[in-house]
């Protein structure tokens, strides 16, 4: 429920379209005037009249709404969009242009009326979502994707402009699942470099003699399965950005080589002669608190100083809830089917704000996931629960379970006895990946991700880092 009542300045060169705006609109009680000219809505704009929303012809061959939006924008006009009809390439222009909504054609009363609320809404009491504005449609060929409201993150995206042309390096931070590889993109997308690649590598996801393949690449016979010379993920960057993400789990013997590729701008491939100059800006992450892991001896603190020219720091869900409602709806739509997707409760959505999000958005994004695919609030209630180490209100549960319960159990089950497996085959063949991924007859890439998957630890390494 809207404060006052609302008016609205519809804009199309369509007198049809008009017509069924008006009288949409002038249903809902909100006050309605129409503009079939670009000078006629500019001079209205620029004449200070009261309008709390502009409501754009953005259909098939109405270019009108588009220059308008762009010109009102470009004179620091702030009162907020909503795009109407538009097709896919339409929303794309009509975001880049400043739209704050953006309704698909064919659209209808109620469409517009919750768009045009949730537009008027986030102007009077989130003016910070021009943060969100902008991330969507920073780079057309980016797709940055993030999707915020909260003043947490607006400091965030206000970091990533003044640095994103500085061209240093950019330490980004924050725990897992917060955002980190979207921050890296945005630097990329708003640089002199968004023209150039944008290559990204995990750090954790390899073993250091194969992260060292991957970096700088190798030549021909270099070791055991080079067959071919590769050129390596910095090469790749050549005149882009290359982001490194997860940089803390890197061994200190591959952060001397990294260190040197940042001070001399060259290196050599492994098994190779001949130095390799590169152009590549690097960003790197990591969830790890490094001035520890330097105490420990477990990060070269020369390669911190480095790369720590600037640092970002991405907060955590818990610290920015008002995120969460945004990335609900935003969830919904990119995995129900039809881009509808279920209405959630309010008692659901309750939970879901009062809920710490250990996870961070990626642990949002399963639950939100889970609940379009299952379809059922209360199992996601109930994990919920289970979550936080709290009941859940009301009575207990029946005994018996859906169907989708019963799955997600069986799924559970396999996992663990998949977990067994891979465990029983390293103790056998002295935790040697390869021979264990030839005898469980599946790929070297997939035993390391069905690894990380169940969270399988080398007890050695345990061991050393132990000692």
């Known amino acids: 429920m809207m404060e006052r009542e609302i008016a609205v300045l519809v804009i199309g060169d369509e007198e049809r379209t008009r017509s069924r705006l008006r009288e949409a609109l002038g249903a809902s009680g909100w006050r309605v005037c129409t503009a079939a000219s670009e000078d006629e809505a500019l001079g209205l704009l ?20 588009v220059e308008v939006l762009r010109r009102y924008r470009e004179s620091g006009g702030k009162i907020p969009a ?8 339409g929303i794309q222009r009509m975001i880049e242009g400043g739209a704050n909504e953006c309704v698909a054609g064919p659209w209808d009363g109620d469409q517009l009326s919750l768009a045009i609320q949730k537009a008027v809404l986030a102007a009077r009491h989130l003016p910070q979502n021009e943060a969100r504005i902008e991330n969507r449609a920073i780079a057309p060929d980016v797709d940055v994707g993030f999707v915020s409201v909260s003043e947490a993150m607006r400091r965030v995206f206000e970091m990533v402009d003044r640095v994103a042309d500085a061209d240093v390096p950019v330490m980004i931070r ?3 699942g917060v955002g980190k590889d979207v921050v890296a993109r945005a630097i990329h997308a708003r640089s002199s470099r968004r023209a150039g690649p944008f290559v990204k590598i995990n750090c954790a996801a390899l073993p250091s003699e194969l992260l060292e393949s991957e970096l700088f690449g190798h030549e021909r016979g270099a070791f055991t399965g080079a067959h071919t010379e590769k050129p390596g993920k910095f090469e790749l960057a050549d005149g882009g950005t290359i982001f490194l993400d997860e940089l803390g789990e890197m061994h200190v013997a591959l952060q001397a080589k990294l260190l040197q590729v940042l001070q001399d701008e060259e290196f050599y491939r492994v098994g190779g002669r001949k130095p390799i100059r590169v152009d590549a800006r690097v960003v790197v992450a990591t969830n790890r608190e490094l001035e520890a892991e330097i105490e420990r001896q477990r990060f070269r603190e020369d390669l911190y100083y480095r790369l720590n020219v600037v640092s970002v720091r991405v907060p955590p869900l818990r610290e920015r809830k008002e995120d969460i409602l945004p990335l609900v709806e935003h969830f919904i739509s990119k995995y129900a089917a039809d881009g509808e997707g279920p209405e959630i409760r309010p008692d659901v959505l309750r939970r879901f704000l009062e809920h710490d999000w250990p996870g961070n958005v990626r642990e949002l994004e399963n639950m939100v996931r889970r609940l379009v695919v299952l379809g059922d609030e209360k199992l996601v209630l109930e994990e919920l629960a289970v979550r936080s180490g709290a009941r859940s209100e009301g009575p207990p ?8 319960g019963l799955k997600e159990i069986a799924r559970r089950a396999a996992m663990l006895a998949e977990r067994e497996a891979i465990e029983q085959m390293l103790k056998l063949t002295g ?3 390869r021979k264990a991924a030839l005898r469980l007859k599946i790929s070297y890439k997939a035993l390391l991700y069905k690894i990380k998957e169940c969270g399988i630890c080398d007890p050695r390494l345990a061991h050393t880092r132990g000692t």
Do not use: H, R, Y
Request: charged content about 20%; glycine content about 20%.
């Open 46 to 65: 620029s004449a200070g009249a009261p309008f709390d929303a502009l409501v754009l012809d953005a259909g098939a061959g109405a270019g009108l709404g």
């Open 82 to 89: 909503v795009a109407i009809g538009a097709d896919g390439e």
């Open 174 to 176: 924050g725990e897992s």
């Open 397 to 404: 549960p029946p005994p018996a379970m859906p169907e989708e």
């Open 431 to 433: 935790w040697n990946k």
